[in-house]
């Protein structure tokens, strides 16, 4: 399975934006990268996905690399409650197993008041 | 829309007695997951239900691991007898399939069950 690798952990100021990376250079064509955030003690939140174009919504935008080898969630003015672990995930949507959604171990935002 | 609503909310059981965590999902949603998170492991899938059949069930960790779910509003995950190497959060999960397929369905969790066993 395609695997992702991100920084374990970063720093932002609060109301500045936030550049969160993801590697993901085993890529299959029918992977489609999602992003997940965890605030403390709660479950994991969906924010994004994308398969090859840039995506936006309420919550973020999705930088996808035109190889598609890298990504960058984008947060665009940080505030304290976006504090949280963030996870990069591929689901191929092709393959039987794409429920058993890989979290790894992600990148621990912290935002600084 | 309440969200997924996991009970109870904190468990704490000796070694060997029965645990039972208890899921509500969407309503409307087609698919329940179960997932364990702990420090070592991160976050792993134990099971997951399609129509409330269970479809892969490769991440229950041993026999002492089962769940059910009589109807689409409601699941179990039971531990019997549990073990202090079962503390964890367990987190219940439901999504939408779209077709019969959930692949880009976004997950959506409940807060959790913080279980110790000791």
């Known amino acids: 399975d395609a695997k992702t690798t991100q920084p374990n952990s970063m720093e932002s100021n609060e109301e500045e934006p936030v550049h969160l990376p993801c590697n993901h250079s085993t890529i299959s064509g029918t992977d489609y990268i999602h992003w997940y955030r965890q605030l403390p003690s709660q479950g994991p939140e969906y924010v994004i996905h994308?398969?090859?174009s840039n995506v936006n919504n309420r919550m973020a935008s999705l930088a996808i690399a035109e190889d598609r080898k890298s990504s960058t969630l984008i947060l665009h003015r940080a505030t304290l409650r976006d504090a949280a672990v963030y996870y990069c995930i591929l689901r191929d949507v092709y393959r039987s197993g794409a429920n058993n959604l890989f979290f790894g171990t992600g990148t621990r935002l912290t935002v600084i008041p | 829309d309440a969200g997924v609503i996991q009970s109870p909310r904190h468990e704490v059981t000796e070694m060997g007695q029965e645990v039972t965590l208890r899921c509500k999902p969407i309503s409307g949603h087609d698919y329940l997951f179960w997932y364990r998170q702990t420090m070592m492991r991160g976050l792993e899938l134990l099971i997951y239900f399609n129509n409330n059949v269970p479809i892969d069930d490769s991440g229950m960790p041993e026999d002492r691991f089962s769940a059910k779910m009589p109807n689409a509003s409601f699941s179990t995950l039971k531990i019997q007898p549990s073990e202090p190497r079962d503390s964890a959060v367990y987190f219940c999960a439901s999504s939408l399939g779209t077709g019969g397929r959930s692949y880009n369905s976004p997950l959506h969790f409940g807060n959790g069950t913080r279980l110790t066993v000791t």
């Open positions: 994308g398969l090859t």
